[in-house]
């Protein structure tokens, strides 16, 4: 059953004010009944494409005429919202909810609707996802390259507006998914910063240079998800935040933990952004920061070279200005040879497990992502075939109506 459009007056202002609403239909894939996003020009729209977006009313407007089942927003790195999915939580029924979504709702007190299959809802709140994982069980947590369904059926009792809810989010990040970061065999997170700023000043490094630290990685087991990441690649993570953490990770490894070159190295990188220096939490942390002291204190063993090189010291600011005037740190420091090569040797056997069972879950977040990508441009065939029909259909019957009202046309003459 498809639920009813939204109307305006249902929804918070400062989501009607942008151009980030599509529409969305419904569709089977494998089996499963999904919902996929369409631009209101015609085919599917994107969650990275803002020229498929367009303005509320007329998202409206194309549902209304049966060519969408309903309209949705995209969350976009340019803006600072958040959303906030909970599943298979709700009776559609009686609306009894489990208690662990109340608390959930209660919580973040912004905007929440129920969503389109009635068992669920959406909760839309302003600010961004502190960096690590961002889905667990029926929670999943949104802020950008995704849509939201939206169907107008608010809440009773939560705001009619969305609110700025740094604090909260980041108390449900923590309990619901850092406890996943720190499966790796690692002490659970701190989250007093003062506490975490020190544990990343006990793990000052190993004289590598940066140079060092990026052909090294590059060259590990790990080293295809490495290179993926430091050109920008996101497409094996559910967020951008996400890959900025495991980017993060492996710099915390080769690096031994040192936050102020794991800082210079990831601005050098193709995920950074302006984000990466706003501050993001209470603390006055940066969210560069947080993500820095996270990834290290989720380390649980740091790389360390058979022997020292004796490379000249690296480079401590990340905006050295280059020759081309770019201002993008450029870190030409000449280095002697090392007297000996790390080898893997020098990585214990945990470590080295560690990699392996990474390119692993990377090879297979990679192929779900080619699948679902080819199943996307198979439906989209499907939908351009459909229009090619329906012009063909369309031009024949003009041909039949002006022969038959004329005896002849040059339109259907060319065409013949």
Same mark, same amino acid.
């Given at each position: 059953?498809?639920?009813?459009?939204?109307?305006?007056?249902?929804?918070?202002?400062?989501?009607?004010?942008?151009?980030?609403?599509?529409?969305?239909?419904?569709?089977?894939?494998?089996?499963?009944?999904?919902?996929?996003?369409?631009?209101?020009?015609?085919?599917?729209?994107?969650?990275?494409?803002?020229?498929?977006?367009?303005?509320?009313?007329?998202?409206?407007?194309?549902?209304?005429?049966?060519?969408?089942?309903?309209?949705?927003?995209?969350?976009?790195?340019?803006?600072?919202?958040?959303?906030?999915?909970?599943?298979?939580?709700?009776?559609?029924?009686?609306?009894?909810?489990?208690?662990?979504?109340?608390?959930?709702?209660?919580?973040?007190?912004?905007?929440?609707?129920?969503?389109?299959?009635?068992?669920?809802?959406?909760?839309?709140?302003?600010?961004?996802?502190?960096?690590?994982?961002?889905?667990?069980?029926?929670?999943?947590?949104?802020?950008?390259?995704?849509?939201?369904?939206?169907?107008?059926?608010?809440?009773?009792?939560?705001?009619?507006?969305?609110?700025?809810?740094?604090?909260?989010?980041?108390?449900?990040?923590?309990?619901?998914?850092?406890?996943?970061?720190?499966?790796?065999?690692?002490?659970?997170?701190?989250?007093?910063?003062?506490?975490?700023?020190?544990?990343?000043? #006990?793990? =000052?490094?190993?004289?590598? !240079? @940066?140079?060092?630290?990026?052909?090294? %990685?590059?060259? /590990?087991?790990?080293?295809?998800?490495?290179?993926?990441?430091?050109?920008?690649?996101?497409?094996?993570?559910?967020?951008?935040?996400?890959?900025?953490?495991?980017?993060?990770?492996?710099?915390?490894?080769?690096?031994?933990?040192?936050?102020?070159?794991?800082?210079?190295?990831?601005?050098?990188?193709?995920?950074?952004?302006?984000?990466?220096?706003?501050?993001?939490?209470?603390?006055?942390?940066?969210?560069?920061?947080?993500?820095?002291?996270?990834?290290?204190?989720?380390?649980?063993?740091?790389?360390?070279?058979?022997?020292?090189?004796?490379?000249?010291?690296?480079?401590?600011?990340?905006?050295?200005?280059?020759?081309?005037?770019?201002?993008?740190?450029?870190?030409?420091?000449?280095? #002697?040879? =090392?007297?000996?090569?790390? !080898? @893997?040797?020098?990585?214990?056997?945990? %470590?080295?497990? /560690?990699?392996?069972?990474?390119?692993?879950?990377?090879?297979?977040?990679?192929?779900?992502?080619?699948?679902?990508?080819?199943?996307?441009?198979?439906?989209?065939?499907?939908?351009?075939?459909?229009?090619?029909?329906?012009?063909?259909?369309?031009?024949?019957?003009?041909?039949?109506?002006?022969?038959?009202?004329?005896?002849?046309?040059?339109?259907?003459?060319?065409?013949?």
């Amino acid at each position: 059953m498809t639920p009813p459009l939204p109307a305006r007056d249902t929804l918070p202002d400062e989501l009607l004010k942008r151009e980030q609403w599509v529409g969305w239909r419904k569709q089977t894939r494998g089996g499963a009944e999904t919902k996929v996003p369409v631009s209101v020009n015609g085919g599917y729209a994107s969650a990275t494409d803002a020229a498929t977006w367009t303005t509320f009313n007329k998202a409206l407007a194309y549902a209304t005429d049966d060519a969408a089942d309903g309209v949705g927003f995209v969350f976009s790195d340019d803006d600072s919202y958040v959303g906030v999915d909970l599943d298979k939580c709700r009776s559609r029924e009686t609306g009894e909810t489990d208690e662990w979504a109340t608390e959930i709702i209660n919580q973040l007190t912004s905007y929440t609707e129920v969503s389109p299959s009635g068992t669920g809802y959406h909760i839309i709140v302003r600010r961004s996802l502190p960096p690590g994982g961002n889905r667990t069980g029926n929670l999943e947590l949104y802020e950008d390259a995704r849509f939201f369904t939206v169907t107008g059926d608010h809440v009773d009792e939560t705001p009619t507006t969305v609110a700025d809810r740094t604090d909260e989010l980041t108390a449900i990040h923590s309990a619901y998914f850092e406890t996943q970061h720190t499966q790796r065999g690692t002490q659970p997170l701190n989250t007093d910063s003062a506490t975490q700023k020190s544990s990343a000043a #006990d793990t =000052p490094g190993n004289a590598l !240079t @940066d140079e060092d630290v990026v052909e090294r %990685a590059s060259n /590990a087991a790990n080293g295809p998800k490495f290179s993926r990441l430091w050109k920008g690649d996101t497409s094996a993570y559910d967020s951008h935040s996400e890959a900025d953490m495991a980017l993060c990770s492996i710099l915390a490894f080769w690096t031994g933990g040192d936050a102020a070159q794991i800082d210079r190295l990831f601005c050098d990188s193709g995920l950074y952004r302006k984000k990466w220096d706003d501050v993001h939490f209470a603390d006055g942390s940066t969210y560069g920061e947080k993500t820095i002291e996270r990834s290290v204190s989720g380390t649980s063993d740091f790389y360390k070279p058979s022997q020292r090189s004796t490379a000249a010291p690296r480079s401590t600011s990340r905006t050295d200005t280059t020759q081309d005037g770019t201002g993008r740190a450029d870190h030409q420091t000449p280095h #002697d040879p =090392p007297s000996a090569t790390p !080898t @893997d040797g020098a990585k214990t056997a945990a %470590a080295r497990d /560690a990699d392996h069972i990474e390119r692993l879950k990377d090879l297979r977040s990679h192929l779900e992502v080619t699948l679902e990508e080819n199943e996307r441009l198979q439906a989209e065939l499907e939908a351009e075939r459909e229009r090619r029909r329906e012009l063909e259909a369309a031009v024949d019957t003009r041909d039949e109506t002006e022969e038959s009202g004329r005896g002849w046309s040059l339109f259907g003459w060319l065409r013949r």
